[in-house]
């Protein structure tokens, strides 16, 4: 799988897995496959969802548009993994790109992660372009604003 990441025991991320590979993620007990890439997309598979249930795990779409990421699109995500914190969560989109983000922004929001903490792990993946960049530090300031501007 492209930019496998472990985030912590409930919590990984990667690219666009293989339907062998999501039979893996099952395997290693996780129960459920939140996608933020586009169904559409060359990449996708023919038919995820199903896959993914014939597997046991329960599946969420949120389809992120790579050059739009909104903070709608962030807080349905929030929501989904909040839903499903009694499980393990795999949550991918084509390179873990745009999952590397947003599991570094519930991290940050649902887990007290530390800022610098969060955007060393991003860089780990990928270097954010100026769209992501702009969607990370607007993030980042509402959850600041939230906690008063504690870190």
Request: proline residues 5%.
């Amino acid at each position: 799988m492209t930019a496998w990441r472990q985030w912590s025991a409930g919590i990984a991320s990667a690219g666009q897995p293989s339907v062998a590979q999501l039979g893996a993620v099952a395997a290693a007990g996780y129960g459920v496959v939140i996608n933020l890439a586009l169904h559409d997309a060359p990449y996708s598979l023919p038919d995820e969802p199903a896959t993914v249930t014939a597997l046991g795990m329960a599946y969420v779409h949120i389809p992120v548009i790579w050059t739009r990421p909104t903070a709608a699109d962030l807080h349905v995500f929030f929501a989904a993994m909040n839903e499903h914190r009694q499980h393990r969560r795999f949550v991918h989109c084509a390179r873990n790109m745009r999952a590397s983000v947003f599991v570094a922004l519930y991290r940050f929001r649902h887990e007290g992660r530390a800022k610098s903490g969060i955007l060393a792990d991003i860089r780990t993946v990928w270097e954010p372009d100026a769209v992501w960049t702009a969607f990370l530090h607007q993030a980042l300031a509402a959850v600041e604003g939230e906690r008063g501007g504690r870190q």
